[in-house]
């Protein structure tokens, strides 16, 4: 069993919308149910000697442009060593809507960078950014899922050049998710296209340790 990047004693803060969330703030408190949970679990069961504090901030429904507003208490101010986000599907689907709180690829971009370079350069750790994703593999041209996808490439994009301006770790969670939907239903790892299921909080949380390890 080889080692992990994450060092005893580290704080490990996950960020991000309901994703990330996962009823963290109710019954499922503190870490939610969903793959930061299933992450956590894991690691502990395979590095029982290791003691690290675990932090999660997801907020249901947040973009990027609602994480600006909480950067500094919800990230800067905890001291994290470690940092992982997962940011962007919100953003994209208020463009599709229309409206004030659209979040366009590029002003996603700026504000992306904005908190990067507010916290990177005080982690001992690392960051992970994790792609924005969509369990949907409708290429029809007609609807929603198919209009989402269309899009969806240009704030992965996004997500790519900040890995690579960062030096982060990147975890391409659409990716993944598009290779298991050539073998199954995406009914196996999601109710809906957004919000994945057990299976697909697994799936998250997998990528997470590999990448980590």
Same mark, same amino acid.
């Given at each position: @069993? !080889?080692?992990?990047?994450?060092?005893?004693?580290?704080?490990? #803060?996950?960020?991000?919308?309901?994703?990330?969330?996962?009823?963290?703030?109710?019954?499922?408190?503190?870490?939610?149910?969903?793959?930061?949970?299933?992450?956590?679990?894991?690691? @502990?069961?395979?590095? +029982?000697? /290791?003691?690290?504090?675990?932090?999660?901030?997801? =907020?249901?429904?947040?973009?990027?442009?609602?994480?600006?507003?909480?950067?500094?208490? %919800?990230?800067?101010? &905890?001291?994290?060593?470690?940092?992982?986000?997962?940011?962007?599907?919100?953003? &994209?689907?208020?463009?599709?809507?229309?409206?004030?709180?659209?979040?366009?690829?590029?002003?996603?971009?700026?504000?992306?960078?904005? #908190? /990067?370079?507010? =916290?990177? +350069?005080?982690?001992? !750790?690392?960051?992970? #950014?994790?792609? +924005?994703?969509?369990?949907?593999?409708?290429?029809?041209?007609?609807? /929603?899922?198919?209009?989402?996808?269309? @899009?969806?490439?240009?704030? =992965? %994009?996004?997500?790519?050049? @900040?890995?690579?301006?960062?030096?982060?770790?990147?975890?391409?969670?659409?990716?993944?998710?598009?290779?298991?939907?050539?073998?199954?239903?995406?009914?196996?790892?999601?109710?809906?296209?957004?919000? +994945?299921?057990?299976? !697909?909080?697994?799936?998250?949380?997998?990528? #997470?340790?590999? =990448? /980590?390890?």
């Amino acid at each position: @069993m !080889g080692g992990l990047k994450i060092k005893d004693g580290q704080k490990f #803060l996950f960020i991000g919308d309901s994703i990330t969330d996962c009823g963290r703030r109710g019954e499922s408190y503190p870490l939610g149910n969903g793959y930061v949970k299933s992450f956590t679990d894991k690691v @502990m069961a395979r590095f +029982p000697e /290791l003691k690290v504090e675990y932090i999660n901030k997801g =907020i249901s429904g947040h973009t990027i442009k609602d994480l600006q507003n909480r950067w500094y208490d %919800d990230a800067v101010a &905890l001291q994290p060593d470690w940092l992982s986000i997962l940011v962007g599907i919100n953003d &994209l689907h208020r463009v599709l809507q229309g409206g004030p709180e659209a979040v366009t690829p590029e002003q996603y971009r700026k504000i992306y960078d904005a #908190l /990067l370079s507010a =916290i990177v +350069p005080s982690l001992i !750790g690392g960051v992970i #950014l994790m792609e +924005p994703f969509y369990i949907s593999r409708d290429d029809t041209g007609i609807g /929603l899922r198919s209009q989402v996808l269309e @899009m969806l490439p240009e704030y =992965i %994009d996004v997500v790519h050049e @900040m890995h690579r301006k960062y030096d982060t770790l990147l975890i391409r969670t659409h990716e993944i998710f598009q290779r298991h939907l050539r073998y199954r239903h995406p009914d196996i790892f999601c109710p809906e296209p957004v919000h +994945p299921n057990q299976a !697909g909080y697994t799936v998250i949380a997998e990528a #997470l340790l590999d =990448i /980590l390890s």
